[in-house]
T-cell receptor, first 108, second 118 residues
Framework: AQRVTQPEKLLSVFKGAPVELKCNYS??????LFWYVQYSRQRLQLLLR??SRESIKGFTADLNKGETSFHLKKPFAQEEDSAMYYC??????????FGTGTRLQVFP | GAGVSQSPRYKVAKRGQDVALRCDPI?????LFWYQQALGQGPEFLTY????????KSGLPSDRFFAERPEGSVSTLKIQRTQQEDSAVYLC????????????????FGDGTRLSIL
């Protein structure tokens, strides 16, 4: 079965600290992986996708097929990064399979 | 408008009533998706349209749930004889087109409709 696991419900860090939000997936083929972010009182929006291999707002994510992971990283967290982050998988069809999300809190 | 628009933003209904939730996708977007997000969970797929064709309805939880997109633009998600477990945020997303692996257009989400069943 296709599944996305985000083991941390909440991640709290201080401003300037490194951040890693974990995401593991279960899928036997070649998936497409995404990170979506939801800031307070805003709609869910795409942060980045693995095929783009780009850095958005200082965040990067590398697809590791051996470990079936797609962790989201940022070397120096900012207060404005505080939000809900969802990892998502698009497998055989175009629907997205989401994890349960991780709330990132960045303290000043 | 520039984004996906959903109405109403909030809906309260008594158990057993029927409800209809509306989604206006971004103009020109071929694909439209509905998701259900329960409290503390990630969005879960309900159904998918490409233009007016409903290509996947595998996520609809029961035959009380029905979705349509008759002219290939606006979509309506209808829930009949609502139950308390239907309480959730219902999200609509649209994308320019879909169906090609590794060139999928990203999905753009609306603000959602928060449905509360009393």
């Amino acid at each position: 079965a296709q599944r996305v696991t985000q083991p941390e419900k909440l991640l709290s860090v201080f401003k300037g600290a490194p951040v890693e939000l974990k995401c593991n997936y279960s899928y036997s083929g070649s998936p497409e992986l995404f990170w979506y972010v939801q800031y307070s009182r805003q709609r869910l929006q795409l942060l980045l996708r693995h095929i783009s291999r780009e850095s958005i707002k200082g965040f990067t994510a590398d697809l590791n097929k051996g470990e079936t992971s797609f962790h989201l990283k940022k070397p120096f967290a900012q207060e404005e990064d505080s939000a809900m982050y969802y990892c998502a998988l698009s497998a055989d069809t175009d629907k997205l399979i989401f994890g349960t999300g991780t709330r990132l809190q960045v303290f000043p | 408008g520039a984004g996906v628009s959903q109405s109403p933003r909030y809906k309260v209904a008594k158990r057993g009533q029927d409800v209809a939730l509306r989604c206006d996708p971004i103009s020109g977007h071929v694909s439209l998706f509905w998701y259900q997000q329960a409290l503390g969970q990630g969005p879960e797929f309900l159904t998918y349209f490409q233009n007016e064709a409903q290509l996947d309805k595998s996520g609809l939880p029961s035959d009380r749930f029905f979705a349509e997109r008759p002219e290939g633009s606006v979509s309506t998600l209808k829930i009949q004889r609502t139950q308390q477990e239907d309480s959730a945020v219902y999200l609509c997303a649209s994308s320019l087109e879909a169906g090609r692996r590794y060139s999928n257009q990203p999905q753009h989400f609306g603000d959602g409709t928060r449905l509360s069943i009393l």
